[in-house]
């Protein structure tokens, strides 16, 4: 057999190693060393050892934490920014009820001269609609004057308070739809706020199913990243 023991002295340290093989071959060590090759035979005692530093255990933990650390500070952001224009303009328009909708005209005003714009168009729709979801009985609002407001073409431009019913630049698209509905006397089915008369839009683009999946993932990513944050804090400082 030639498994003998034997001192490797390195720089400032000195190690006991049990080889595992004579004539060459590797040998485990220690404190972070190992033995990668050496040579001689099973009668030379003179072996020449090559050491190689090991990396520490913990680095790839480290590394970890850190892609943990990056992916949570690109979550939250998301999150953040899911919340303001997802989350907001839906509960916005959760008590809105169908309705039909009139157009009684329709404007387009040219901004051509701004100091600190570019030139556009707004288009704003102007809709009468039904009173019934003010609670008015149908015998009164057979008599009443249906209220006339200013259609918006979703909940986002209604959320941001949006000055015009259509939201694109290019003016061909803002002409399109000025076509298809702003034409007085047409009309089409619409949404309205239950208590508010002056809150009516064209139709939803935002679901449930939407709002869902983009809060959760995230969500959920940024929990996971927590939970192996402070685990790895917790064995480190342990």
């Known amino acids: 057999m030639c498994a003998q023991k034997y001192t490797l002295q390195v720089p400032i340290l000195e190690r006991d190693y049990d080889s595992v093989s004579c004539g060459g071959g590797s040998v485990s060590g220690v404190g972070g060393y190992s033995v990668t090759s050496f040579g001689g035979n099973g009668s030379d005692r003179s072996y020449t050892p090559v050491i190689a530093r090991a990396a520490p255990r913990g680095t790839e933990r480290y590394s970890y934490c850190i892609c943990c650390f990056v992916l949570l500070c690109l979550t939250v952001p998301t999150i953040m920014m899911c919340g303001l224009f997802l989350l907001n303009p839906f509960l916005q328009v959760r008590d809105f009820r169908p309705t039909r909708c009139r157009v009684v005209n329709s404007t387009l005003t040219e901004y051509s001269r701004c100091d600190a714009c570019v030139p556009w168009t707004c288009l ?29 073409d979703n909940e986002q431009l209604l959320f941001q308070n949006f000055a015009c019913s259509y939201s694109p630049w290019k003016k061909s698209a803002i002409l399109q739809y000025q076509l298809d509905h702003g034409v007085a006397g047409r009309s089409y089915a619409c949404l309205r706020a239950e208590t508010d008369s002056t809150r009516v839009i064209r139709h939803r683009t935002i679901s449930m199913a939407v709002v869902v999946n983009a809060m959760a993932w995230p969500g959920c990513t940024a929990v996971v990243c927590i939970v192996s944050i402070l685990s790895f804090l917790k064995k480190r400082y342990s």
């Open 124 to 152: 704003q729709v102007f809709v009468e609609h039904s009173m019934e979801a003010d609670g008015v009985d149908n015998e009164t609002a057979a008599y009443a004057l249906p209220p006339v407001a200013m259609l918006r």
